[in-house]
């Protein structure tokens, strides 16, 4: 009896409770709280927002170029304020959003946008007053 070859029954135990404990970390590695698809979804999200933040950025290079251009030229009118012409061109551009909510209160302009990115939604804020660059904030909507 002892010639013969074969795997005991102890050994086969041992291999699958070791591959069943090999299984549970890495599951816990990929779906777990700070796992590998939670970093992803988040990696997302983050990129998501700085593209947004960066085309606001761009639409204040743009409507800073535009004011400056209008007063060195000198067709700049008395109502023309870096804010008001940064509203102009935040609602022209479609690329950016939906502007929902812009209010021009005495060279402060306030314009809200709904921005919709791969299936989320951000509330996009920008706050400028008179001829000083604004301020742009990105969150999550609810």
Known sequence: MRNQKGITLVALVITIIVLLILAGVSISLVLGNNGVLTQASQAVITNEKATIEQDMDMAFADANMDY??????????????????????????????TISSPANNSGTVTATYTVTSSKRVYNVSIVTTGDTAGTVTVTPAP
């Open 68 to 97: 400056t251009t209008r007063q060195a030229v000198g067709n700049l009118t008395a109502s023309d304020s870096l804010a008001t012409i940064l509203l102009t061109k935040l609602s022209a551009n479609a690329s950016i959003g």
